[in-house]
């Protein structure tokens, strides 16, 4: 299932094991989730635009299969939403959905980011809904499955789901995955049940605890404070790829204030690691 950079320069890029290296630069451009790269995106577009006319007549093939694609991903194929109060079933394991994950993601960062997500997410299914803890977890881990391969920010989790439909897993999944990408295709379902609203919550956030944690001397989560969280979310050079506005709004999706959603959160990295 978090990052400053054009999508062009990070397919361009060798894979880095964030846990070998504590440079302040690595730390902003690599943490947290792989939505939070839209701005990015729309960067690149628009100089892409003021190019000239001739290179613009020499990209229009790949512009429009570019334009089908997203088209396509306008037209979303509805999923089945999440019934309150029923037991999941994934219709896939863990270590399946891990296998799915590292199938079509190499990068250890983006398979240690889907590991940490899910984490998180059985950590708060025991406390919100723990018949379905697996689902949580598989939910979480296979959040952003498809971004290693296909990094358009109107075709992820739509990608997903197809992958997922593929594997024979419960499109309900597809349904929880997709509603973190709402905000950027509005042609996804928007988070309603808890586990929507906390997947988007675990997303953005765990990237910014990430990034805090390779910082302390210590690269332990147990130092994680609220008074050091608030500081760094407040430097917006901290981590720059973490979109505040989506923390922000991942603690209005489950009734929260900002402080609470940060306590919440340091302790549930601290229970998840280390």
């Not at 509805?78 to 999941?88: D, N, R, V």
């Not at 952003?144 to 789901?161: I, S, Y």
């Not at 197809?162 to 419960?170: Q, W």
């Not at 808890?194 to 765990?206: G, H, Q, R, Y």
């Amino acid at each position: 299932m978090v990052i400053a950079m054009q999508n062009k320069e990070l397919k361009n890029r060798e894979p880095r094991k964030y846990a070998d290296t504590d440079d302040k630069e690595f730390i902003s451009d690599r943490f947290p989730t792989m939505k939070s790269l839209r701005s990015a995106g729309r960067e690149e577009a628009e100089e892409q635009a003021e190019t000239g006319k001739a290179e613009e007549k020499s990209e229009k093939p790949a512009e429009e299969a570019s334009n089908t694609e997203t088209a396509e991903a306008a037209s979303v194929e509805a999923t089945p939403s999440i019934p309150e109060g029923e037991k999941l079933d994934a219709g896939i394991s863990w270590d399946d959905a891990l296998a799915l994950l590292k199938k079509y993601n190499e990068d250890e960062f983006h398979i240690t980011h889907g590991e940490t997500v899910s984490n998180l997410m059985r950590y708060y299914a025991k406390k919100y809904d723990p018949e379905n803890e697996e689902f949580w977890a598989v939910v979480g881990l296979l959040h952003d499955l498809d971004w290693e391969k296909w990094q358009d920010d109107q075709l992820h989790t739509v990608k997903t789901a197809e992958l997922l439909k593929e594997a024979g897993v419960n499109m309900q999944v597809a349904h929880a995955i997709e509603t973190h990408n709402s905000d950027n295709n509005t042609a996804l379902p928007k988070p309603e049940h808890k586990m929507e609203c906390v997947l988007w919550a675990c997303d953005e956030l765990s990237g910014l605890l990430g990034a805090a944690v390779r910082m302390y001397p210590s690269h332990s989560a147990q130092d994680l404070n609220l008074k050091s969280v608030k500081k760094k979310f407040k430097d917006k050079r901290f981590a720059a790829g973490c979109d505040r506005d989506n923390i922000r709004r991942g603690a209005e999706l489950n009734g929260m204030e900002l402080d609470d959603l940060f306590n919440s959160m340091i302790e549930a990295y601290k229970a998840t690691n280390d």
